[in-house]
């Protein structure tokens, strides 16, 4: 394959986060996903990337500037180089040019918010942007998103599923042939209308970083005693999930999304232990349960591998939501920070 050293030139891409319903929790191998997992895609909470290329002489090592926010980060860059580096035989172009990197979140600093997902697929994208570029790959529409999702996966597993308008699939299930352990597809046209306005306002309760990553929390799935029945659970609510989110089902929705997120949590409690929560987290999550038997609003949680509280239910009941966040949970967001979301589309090319 030829590679041109001669040019300059930038891309950059914006990419959004997203939020399991189905919890992916566990891997193996390359980064290949115990369980099948479905997540939404989220629309304000989203990375922009953008990497400039510069001609620079053949090497064995992996030559970039990494800027998080205008600000070079040593430990962001170690950890960029070394994933580009794992990557440079299917991208040859890594080892000719010397790549400025710059990314920035759009959501608020801090705020607790896992961002690998929205970050990871952002810089998949702009590797597969600089490969049609650099490496004169041809475009083709299907195979850009899958290998993009792939290449994501690498980086961070939940990230191959943020590529895609609505909602997306991870790792193989009978349910669905194209379904593949290497890469998400999006599952847009397989969703009720009731599901495409699905709301997400995440309750911040504590926005510091997490003390324990998920990298450790998959891995305690290595010999968990709930092992092979938490794999029937997740295999049997994605079942579930695909159902309800056809029809439009938000009973069934609830229900999924409840058990999850308090599986997530008992997974964690195993030997060793650790916990994410907060009182507010518990709190929260019981509130929301009394408001929504006494009022029979179509409103549920799930945990993102943290204390904060996404908060999930369709736009037609959302003043009603939104005035019960404000008068009995605000109390317990740190700072008063709740970010209102909702499902968005699929990533954006901005160069
Ligand atoms: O992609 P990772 O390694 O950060 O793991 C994500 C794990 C959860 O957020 C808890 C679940 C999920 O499917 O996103």
């Known amino acids: 394959m030829e590679t041109s050293n001669k040019n300059t030139g930038k891309v950059a891409w914006q990419s959004p986060s997203n939020i399991a319903i189905v919890k992916y929790w566990g891997k193996?191998?390359?980064?290949?996903?115990?369980?099948?997992?479905?997540?939404?895609?989220?629309?304000?909470a989203h990375t922009q990337t953008e990497i400039e290329y510069l001609p620079h002489s053949e090497s064995k090592q992996i030559n970039i500037e990494y800027y998080f926010e205008y600000q070079r980060s040593s430990?962001?860059?170690?950890?960029?180089?070394?994933?580009?580096h794992s990557l440079s035989n299917d991208f040859p172009f890594l080892l000719h040019y010397k790549l400025i990197i710059h990314s920035k979140n759009t959501f608020p600093h801090?705020?607790?918010?896992?961002s690998s997902a929205s970050?990871?697929?952002?810089?998949?994208?702009?590797?597969?942007?600089?490969?049609?570029?650099?490496?004169?790959?041809?475009?083709n529409e299907q195979k850009f998103w899958t290998k993009a999702s792939h290449y994501a996966r690498l980086g961070s597993g939940s990230a191959s599923r943020s590529l895609f308008p609505y909602a997306a699939l991870w790792g193989k299930t009978e349910l669905i042939q194209e379904s593949a352990q290497e890469y998400a597809l999006g599952l847009g046209n397989r969703i009720h209308s009731e599901f495409k306005s699905l709301q997400d306002s995440i309750i911040i309760v504590d926005a510091k970083k997490k003390q324990v990553s998920s990298r450790a929390g998959h891995a305690?799935?290595?010999?968990?005693?709930?092992?092979?029945?938490?794999?029937?659970?997740?295999?049997?609510n994605i079942q579930k999930l695909l159902s309800a989110l056809e029809k439009?089902?938000?009973?069934?929705?609830?229900?999924?999304?409840?058990?999850?997120?308090?599986?997530?949590i008992r997974l964690m409690s195993s030997s060793p232990w650790y916990s994410l929560l907060k009182a507010g987290?518990?709190?929260i999550i019981n509130r929301i349960r009394e408001f929504r038997i006494s009022t029979k609003i179509p409103v549920c949680f799930t945990l993102d591998a943290g204390p904060n509280v996404h908060i999930l239910y369709p736009q037609r009941v959302k003043n009603k939501v939104l005035e019960f966040i404000n008068k009995d949970l605000l109390i317990f967001a740190a700072e008063k920070k709740i970010i209102h979301d909702k499902t968005g589309n699929a990533p954006i090319r901005l160069i």
Not at 75 to 84: D, N, P
Not at 119 to 139: I, Y
Not at 248 to 264: K, Q
């Open 119 to 139: 970050s990871m697929s952002a810089l998949a994208l702009c590797l597969m942007s600089l490969s049609q570029q650099l490496d004169n790959n041809e475009h």
């Open 248 to 264: 439009g089902d938000w009973e069934s929705f609830i229900e999924i999304s409840e058990n999850e997120a308090l599986s997530l």
């Open 110 to 114: 801090s705020a607790g918010i896992a």
């Open 220 to 236: 305690l799935m290595n010999n968990h005693p709930y092992k092979a029945a938490r794999l029937q659970q997740a295999n049997g």
């Open 75 to 84: 430990q962001f860059e170690a950890k960029v180089a070394k994933y580009l």
């Open 281 to 283: 987290t518990l709190e």
């Open 28 to 44: 193996y191998g390359l980064q290949f996903p115990l369980n099948p997992s479905i997540s939404f895609t989220l629309s304000k």
